[in-house]
């Protein structure tokens, strides 16, 4: 078998990401302008712990994508948020870059008081 040429995350996110919901504006500000997709279960560490637990060769991941998206439709497109580039830059400070699967309902709330502060209901 060849050696992949990319992460392995990487094969799993081109074969989801045209099922990605992405909303029109910013969830916290309403913002139209420059987009991102966030995932409150953070793809990374969501298919390195698919792969561990179920002891796979990441070098078959072409074979097993459809697997893992299968099995993962909450996560990756329910679990979810469109963003202004600003917010989720914010979000990403305060959980870091990879944030653990366990911040998921952490990241959720923060998601929803920043709305409340922006709509200046704190």
Known sequence: MAKLKR???KYIRD??????NKGSACEICNSAEALDFHHFYSIAPLVHKWIS??????????????DFIEEHQAE?????????????V????VYGRDPGLGTASKQM????????????MV
């Open 109 to 120: 709330r923060w998601v929803e008081i920043q709305r409340e502060k922006h709509n200046g």
């Open 76 to 88: 990756l497109y329910d679990h979810t948020a469109t963003l202004c580039h600003t917010h989720h």
């Open 7 to 9: 992460d392995v995350v």
């Open 15 to 20: 074969k989801a990401k045209n099922k990605y």
């Open 90 to 93: 914010q979000l990403h400070k």
């Open 53 to 66: 637990d179920n002891k796979l060769n990441p070098e078959y991941i072409l074979a097993i994508r459809e």
